[in-house]
């Protein structure tokens, strides 16, 4: 069974930091790529970032050069490190992969930046 788990959110004032983690179970963790989506009220879901399982990164043009994509395979966690958050980064945060023909999502972490 796969599962995806993301923690992580929470509050935080405009400019500061905040780091979401997602761990994976149930599948190969070093052979998955990995996403991180956000859907804010009332807005479609739109992918944040993306590793690869070679470490390659896509970023989302809002976020390039403030959020930062990570993985660690020997502890099957993908990381989003966000800094100088905008009010507008406000969110629900979701862990995605697709594995083999698949598609996994974990149930969000909530990310609310205040001005």
């Known amino acids: 069974q796969v599962q995806l788990v993301e923690s992580g959110g929470g509050l935080v004032q405009a400019g500061e930091s905040l780091r979401v983690s997602c761990t994976a179970s149930?599948?190969?963790?070093?052979?998955?790529?990995m996403g991180w989506y956000r859907q804010a009220p009332g807005k479609q879901r739109e992918l944040v970032a993306r590793?690869?399982?070679?470490?390659?990164?896509n970023y989302v043009d809002s976020v390039k050069g403030r959020f930062t994509i990570s993985r660690d395979n020997a502890k099957n966690t993908v990381y989003l490190q966000m800094n100088s958050l905008k009010p507008e980064d406000t969110s629900v945060y979701y862990c995605?992969?697709?594995?083999?023909?698949?598609?996994?999502w974990g149930k969000g972490t909530l990310v609310t930046v205040s001005s």
């Open positions: 995605y992969t697709k594995y083999f023909t698949m598609e996994y």
């Open positions: 149930g599948i190969r963790f070093s052979f998955s790529a």
């Open positions: 590793i690869g399982i070679d470490g390659s990164t």
